[in-house]
């Protein structure tokens, strides 16, 4: 009988998680998440939605396999997801049953560990990698009919640059293509894997309601921004901020500022051949 993989989402509400259980769905594929409420005050083992579903599971007497995909989003504070992934990696595997740990993580957080964020990110990749677990670096996930490149439709975009006329772009995921790397990841050994399926650009939407979003998209008229002057002033800022209250969802909003700015360090400046992705 072959072997058949049973995907447990851990978080269900985000846009990541929620994007994966559609596409599971999609393909007629075993699939279920479990919410963070439903997570925080315990380990997998004594999880009572995670056993009703596996001993319905067992009743059909299969030969399975589980998938267990981390989309937890957490805190920013290094230490503390370190301790809490490492908790729901090593229940996963006192389950009794053949599994895989995979930790969604973010853009190449290695090469700029420039934001809590993406320090964490590598702090979480970097620990528990020697305990098994798997790691896929992705950008923003998007589905396939998310992307439109309608002229008409984009007449009152406005792209954003630098001044050196470089768009501001960030490395876009498209779902099945991280199904795709999720269902190569297998082995005790921790693998690590890159999926970035395409660029999206950083448009500005002018409406009554002006609105910010990271699409393929194509535009009339580009906005030049001095985007060094930006990401050292904002560094400045949040050093000052976090001597005061380390702990403070202004510093982290304006971390992505700073987090945007890396993504460009990185496409640009960190030998990526011909300014081409890593694909997966």
């Known amino acids: 009988m072959p072997q058949k993989k049973i995907y447990i989402l851990l978080g269900k509400y985000g846009t990541l998680s ?26 997998l083992e004594n999880n009572l939605i995670l056993r009703k579903k596996l ?33 729901y990696l090593l229940s996963s595997k006192q389950l009794g049953y053949k599994s895989e740990f995979i930790f969604l993580s973010t853009f190449e957080p290695q090469l700029e560990k420039t934001t809590s964020y993406r320090l964490m990110k590598f702090v979480v990749e970097k620990k528990l990698k020697k305990y098994g677990m798997h790691t896929i670096r992705i950008g923003k996930p998007f589905k396939k009919n998310n992307i439109t490149n309608n002229p008409i439709k984009n007449i009152f975009n406005v792209k954003v640059s ?13 779902i099945l293509d991280l199904i795709n790397s999720i269902n190569k990841c297998n082995g005790s050994k921790g693998k690590v894997i890159k999926c970035y399926s395409t660029y999206l650009n950083m448009i500005i939407k002018l409406s009554f309601i002006p609105s910010i979003k990271f699409e393929k998209s194509s535009s009339f008229f580009t906005l030049l921004i001095p ?10 800022i949040c050093s000052i901020l976090k001597k005061i209250k380390p702990n403070n969802k202004f510093i982290y909003n304006l971390e992505k500022i700073i987090s945007l700015i ?12 011909n300014n081409k992705l890593l694909l997966y």
């Open 18 to 43: 929620s994007l994966l259980y559609e596409a599971f769905k999609l393909k007629n594929q075993t699939v279920f998440a479990i919410s963070w409420n439903n997570l925080k005050n315990g380990n």
């Open 162 to 174: 630098d001044f050196r006329l470089r768009p501001l772009i960030i490395p876009g995921t498209y």
């Open 227 to 236: 985007s060094r002057m930006i990401i050292y002033f904002s560094i400045f």
């Open 55 to 87: 001993s319905k599971i067992k009743e059909n007497k299969m030969n399975f396999k589980l998938i267990f995909i981390d989309c937890l989003i957490g805190s920013y504070e290094s230490d503390k997801e370190v301790k809490l992934h490492k908790k």
């Open 262 to 273: 890396s993504h460009q360090n990185i496409i640009y400046n960190k030998n990526i051949p």
